[in-house]
C-alpha cells in the first residue's frame, strides 16, 4: 500500500500539561509538533480543520476503537504553532483504567497525543530534504493518548509507568492493569502486522498464478536459457490418459533438441 492509499494517518505530539482541574477531572495540554517527525513528514497546524472531530469529539487510548473511550475533549484549537487541548477524563467509577490514564498523564509519566487525520493529498508538498510530505492541509478525525510517540523526543516506555507506583502516583493494581493492557494490544498490533503480510503474500501468489487454474507459475531459474521455465512448466504438468500427452512429449522432445 503507497502512502497515499492510506485513509488515516496518525501523527504524534509531545505535549506539555498547562493547567490540571481535579474537581472537574479536566487537562489542559499544548502540544508542539511542527517538525519533522520520524516519517519525515510535518503537519502545518494552522491547516488543520476540527469540523469532522468536534462531532464526535471522544479521546482514545493508542487508537483502539474496539475499547471505550477514556475521555472526551471539551475544547481543541490553535495557538501558534501548537495544538491545545482541554480534556475531560472518565472517572474511577466509570472505568478505571481512564483514571489511571489520567493520573499518569496528569504526574506528568505520559505525555503525548497522537491525532488521526486524513490529509488533503491535493495541498500535500513532498518534502525533498526529509524524504516525506508537508501536511498543508488536514481533516481531524481522532485524537489519542498513547504511551510511545513517533517524534524522538518524548519515549515513554514502560519503566515511567513503574515509576509512578514508586511515586504513589497509581498503587500496584492500577500498574498491573496498565501493563496487562500494554501487553495485549502489543500482541494484538504484533497479530495485524502479520495479517498484513500475510495478505501481501497471498496477493503476491495470485498474481504469480495461472488466472484460470490458480496453479502458481515456476520462475525462470537461469536469464541465459529462455526456455529452462517452459520445460519445468511441461514436466510439471498433471496429466492422466491425456489424448494429447503424445503431443506435449513430442513438444518437449522438440525444444530439448533445440537446447
Not at 117 to 123: L, M, S, T, V
Request: glycine share 6%; proline share 3%.
Amino acid at each position: 500500500m503507497t502512502k497515499k492509499g492510506k485513509k488515516l494517518i496518525h501523527k504524534q505530539y509531545d505535549i506539555e500539561i498547562k493547567s490540571v482541574d481535579d474537581e472537574k477531572r479536566e487537562i489542559v495540554a499544548v502540544g508542539s509538533q511542527q517538525k519533522v517527525d520520524r516519517d519525515g513528514d510535518i503537519v502545518k497546524v494552522d491547516g488543520i480543520d476540527f469540523s469532522a472531530y468536534k462531532k464526535n469529539p471522544i479521546v482514545l487510548w493508542s487508537h483502539k476503537h474496539s475499547d471505550p473511550p477514556i475521555g472526551k475533549t471539551e475544547r481543541v484549537w490553535k495557538d501558534g504553532n501548537k495544538l491545545m487541548f482541554k480534556i475531560n477524563y472518565a472517572d474511577a467509577e466509570t472505568y478505571s483504567f481512564a483514571d489511571t490514564i489520567y493520573k499518569l498523564t496528569k504526574g506528568g509519566y505520559i505525555n503525548a497525543f497522537s491525532i488521526g487525520f486524513a490529509p488533503d493529498w491535493k495541498e500535500a508538498e513532498p518534502n525533498e530534504k526529509s524524504g516525506g510530505y508537508n501536511f498543508n492541509k488536514t481533516e481531524l478525525l481522532e485524537i489519542s493518548s498513547v504511551n510511545v510517540p513517533a517524534n524522538a523526543g518524548a519515549l515513554i516506555q514502560t519503566r515511567s509507568i513503574q515509576k509512578a507506583m514508586e511515586d504513589k502516583v497509581i498503587d500496584d493494581v492500577e500498574l498491573k492493569e496498565v501493563e496487562l493492557y500494554l501487553e495485549k494490544n502489543l500482541i494484538a498490533d504484533i497479530e495485524e502486522d502479520e495479517s498484513d503480510a500475510d495478505e501481501e503474500l497471498e496477493q503476491t501468489i495470485k498474481e504469480d498464478s495461472c488466472p484460470h487454474c490458480g496453479r502458481k507459475y515456476m520462475q525462470k531459474e537461469d536469464d541465459n536459457d529462455p526456455f529452462d521455465w517452459l520445460f519445468k512448466e511441461i514436466q510439471t504438468t498433471e496429466s492422466t490418459d491425456d489424448p494429447n500427452e503424445d503431443l506435449v512429449d513430442e513438444l518437449l522432445n522438440d525444444l530439448n533438441g533445440d537446447k
